[in-house]
């Protein structure tokens, strides 16, 4: 009787040892699976971030507009303005005796010239014509560099003002 007593409490023991051993390898597998997915998605998100463009303004220079709108001036504005601009029957539109700064900025000065001039036949240069012309204005009476860029779509904020 007490041999089967003692094999008895072997076997519990044996049981329990064996339970205990099969419990540990479980609490240790969880921990290893989510650390590994997490850092790939982060070294994407710096990716975008220099892709961010500066906003140059892209279009031709003054100087290029300008040696340009010389000839139309000649062709389609001299006979009353004077060959330099220098004024004759017209006003002068270069030098001291002209005053396009009452126009403020260019675009109220491209809008006078294409609505207005010449007298007899107005809007008769196309858009870009009476732009070049204007260019020359600008660059002969300093309004601007003959190397800054020309925003047409920002002529309002070009002012008609010598700057030194
Ligand atoms: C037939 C003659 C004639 C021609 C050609 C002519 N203009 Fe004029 N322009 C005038 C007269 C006259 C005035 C003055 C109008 C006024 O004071 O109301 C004037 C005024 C101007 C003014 C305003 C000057 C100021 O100080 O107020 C500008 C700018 C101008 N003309 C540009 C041009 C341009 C650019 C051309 C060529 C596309 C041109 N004109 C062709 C006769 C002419």
Redesign the pocket.
């Known amino acids: 009787m007490r041999r089967l007593e003692m094999f008895v409490a072997i076997l519990v023991a044996v049981i329990i040892v064996v339970g205990a051993c099969t419990k540990t390898p479980t609490p240790t597998v969880p921990p290893t699976v989510p650390p590994a997915a997490t850092p790939t998605p982060e070294s994407t998100v710096p990716v975008p971030q220099p892709t961010t463009p500066a906003p140059p303004v892209t279009g031709p220079t003054v100087g290029e507009l300008a040696s340009a709108g010389q000839p ?2 000649v062709a ?6 004077g060959a330099t601009a220098q004024g004759s ?5 270069i030098g001291p005796n ?3 700064d ?2 403020g900025n260019a675009q109220a ?1 491209l809008q ?2 294409s609505r ?6 107005p809007g ?2 196309s858009a870009e ?2 732009l070049r ?2 260019a020359w ?1 600008l660059l002969g009476n300093g309004y601007v560099q003959s190397d800054t860029v020309l925003d047409p779509n920002a002529l309002a904020d070009l002012l008609l003002i010598v700057k030194k």
């Open positions: 139309l001036y389609s504005c001299a006979h009353c303005h029957s017209a006003p002068a539109l002209a005053k396009l009452r126009f000065l006078y010239m207005s001039m010449p007298p007899n036949a008769s240069l014509q009476y012309v204007m204005l």
